[in-house]
């Protein structure tokens, strides 16, 4: 297997500045950064999950060249509302930190915002990548349904993906039929994501893109500990074995996608960032 550090990876979903569990020691972004660049990751999308986050993103976006932002508001705190989301969108449009709105959707498993709520700011995403057209980041949880009959009936946005995919091959199908990307993160190497496999296994590589989702769900062998985007390349190795794939053609692969899907270029050699065209 060729060795990890000479392929280059993009770690299209972290929260770099998320706070972990009392008792965890958590790097701070730039050391998380850093540590992932030595590596061979070349790129990252910092993600939000409401207002607060959607500003700290973009000003970690702004002094990082391969660090981008989205900017949105998370099931959890569907109950803040959309307000400031969108006027703050418009702002960045120009500024090249800004590369799509969410995460955002639905979760029935913990519930935190009434389902009415998450649905009608899901909804207002939607809109708002639509009339952006921004790549929309969806997180869903035990609501497929609900997720698929909303983006049906509003209209699937032109980029749309489904982060931390946890599927089976029916929603990964499903995803897949109606132009959407699956990402995938560690939970591939969880001895009990069968299903995930699956579907990882009968998805288009071009439909597949890799994540971490730091500092949570760390892969296999460090689960317990704080996740971290230097771990992406775990994923992508599960990956390339679960498609009988080689590691190269797995991190070429997501790397091409990821930069198609988000319009960005990701650091052609680890440890020279370079920002978007």
């Known amino acids: 297997m060729q060795h990890t550090n000479s392929l280059r990876w993009f770690d299209n979903h972290c929260h770099l500045e998320s706070e972990v569990r009392p008792g965890q020691e958590q790097l701070a972004a730039s050391e998380l950064l850093a540590d992932a660049r030595g590596a061979g990751v070349v790129g990252f999308v910092d993600v939000a999950v409401d207002l607060k986050s959607s500003r700290r993103c973009l000003a970690v976006a702004r002094a990082e060249p391969d660090v981008w932002a989205t900017v949105g508001v998370h099931p959890h705190s569907a109950t803040e509302g959309f307000g400031g989301i969108e006027d703050l969108a418009r702002s960045e449009l120009s500024s090249g930190a800004l590369v799509a709105i969410g995460e955002c959707g639905l979760d029935y498993h913990y519930d935190h915002s009434p ?125 390339a074995e679960v498609k009988d794939l080689t590691v190269a053609e797995v991190s070429a692969g997501t790397v091409a996608t990821t930069e198609r899907f988000y319009g960005v270029r990701a650091r052609r050699q680890p440890g020279h960032p370079q920002s978007q065209p």
């Open 115 to 239: 389902r009415e709520v998450q649905r009608a700011v899901f909804e207002e995403h939607i809109g708002l990548a639509t009339a952006l057209d921004l790549p929309l980041v969806i997180h869903t949880r035990e609501a497929w349904e609900d997720t698929f009959a909303i983006l049906e009936s509003l209209g699937v946005p032109r980029r749309v993906v489904f982060h931390c995919f946890t599927g089976g091959p029916a929603e990964a199908e499903r995803a897949v039929a109606m132009g959407a990307l699956l990402s995938i993160s560690g939970i591939v190497t969880f001895g009990s994501a069968g299903e995930l496999r699956d579907a990882v296994r009968c998805a288009p590589l071009d439909h597949l893109m890799v994540e971490t989702d730091t500092p949570y769900l760390a892969p296999v062998p460090h689960r317990g500990r704080p996740n971290r985007p230097a771990l992406v390349a775990a994923v992508g190795e599960r990956v």
